[in-house]
DNA sequence: CGAAGAACATACTAAGTAGTATGTCACGCC
DNA sequence: GGCGTGACATACTACTTAGTATGTTCTTCG
């Protein structure tokens, strides 16, 4: 007798979980992880449990793929201005910017991307979960990584001043991430008003709050 | 017949729940507000529920407690450094300081706030709850506010620069309250190892990392 | 010393929810 | 034109857990 090996692998990567990716996202940000029920991301869409649990084995594994598709987001919206012959500084402040936009045009994402690192040193998960959520945090820190190399080149060509490459960016980074707790847009608000808004956040943190 | 007020006010504030707030913070940073279940603080502390439910109706109100003497630290820590002859970037400088710090060395506390904050806009309570969190974030408010009027005393005095109070001191505190997503305490830690990471911290915030 | 209430512990209920098992329908394919 | 399979819906189970009801011990105070 052969052991029926159903739903070895996890089902993702199917067309048309790209609005089950949404639903999830806006419950996960609007009750966080646990408050939500599979029923809530299915009422979202005017489905049931059946639909979900069609694309994902358990709420968990759901809630991973909206990390991961939000840290994909991060990366592409940074990695093209991360390299060039600019000096470092300008990079920095133009991936900044990037980040910025991005956390207030992903906003559900990112929340529970957010939500993801805060979850990361918490409660125990089945093993296989754990090495999803290390492979989560992997690209969480290859993120922070990259914002660190551009200012280590920062730093060497002159155009940064630090005298802690790591704890500037934790700092910096957190502002950033932390727009996703005080940030709701605005009905009728254009995509320069985020502009805006994102400009003065990368200027107090390129530039500081002291005069001179 | 008299209506029986049973337990019409929050049974709070006796003697003896000093433990109790200190054990369900340590449980809700670890796990999450619904991730805790009162069982699980109860058993932190070596009790039962009995314990619990005999100082709070709910885990709501054992939570918006926690948070309340969260935010009862912050102020303590802040408010002796926000008046005083120094210019205003100075003033600031030093709030920024000792929330840092606070961050630090409250960090249960300091984690259940930020998920309160958190949860402001989201999931349904009871009108009684509802408007205790609003309380709270008025509280959180004030806070901020602090803050920003410091700020602009230091706008006018010429000692800060910014062209928008009020986001750089929402980027400002974003650095500061990101604390409590990276920070562990290491074990041998001493205050002054806080002290040097605070330091460096705020002198990203007011100096900024761009050179010159 | 007796009684009342504080400070818990124990036992129980009711409700919500993750996950499963199974059904159904449409469609492509031989 | 049957048939397998994908894409869901429906019905159900097992378990967790917030909150309650009640019991018990200790303390305090008249």
């Known amino acids: 007798m052969v052991k029926t090996t159903l739903r070895e ?25 646990h408050a939500t029920s599979i029923d809530d991301v299915a009422r979202r869409l005017g489905a049931t449990k059946g639909r979900v649990y069609h694309y994902y084995r358990s709420k968990t594994d759901l809630f991973f793929d909206v990390h991961r598709e939000g ?14 012959p600019e000096p470092g500084a300008a990079r920095l402040r133009a991936m900044f910017l990037r980040h910025a936009l991005a956390m207030m045009e992903n906003l559900p994402f990112e929340t529970v991307v957010v939500q993801g690192v805060h979850m990361h040193r918490m409660a125990a998960t089945t093993p ?19 914002f660190k190399s551009v200012a280590y080149e920062g730093v060497e060509d002159g155009s940064i001043r630090t005298n802690d490459v790591s704890v500037a960016i934790k700092a910096a980074l957190g502002a950033l991430n932390w727009i996703c707790i005080w940030y709701r847009p605005r009905s009728g608000e254009t995509h320069d008003d985020r502009l805006i808004l994102a400009e003065k956040i990368v200027d107090t943190i390129m530039n500081g709050l002291a005069a001179g």
């Open 71 to 84: 840290m994909r987001r991060n990366f592409d919206a940074v990695r093209p201005v991360a390299r060039g």
């Open 128 to 146: 296989a979960q754990r090495r999803v959520l290390d492979e989560l945090m992997t690209i969480r820190n290859d993120f922070e990584a990259l």
């Open 9 to 33: 692998a996890p089902r993702s990567d199917k067309s048309g979980n790209a609005e089950l990716l949404q639903a999830a996202a806006e419950c996960f940000m609007e009750q966080g992880f």
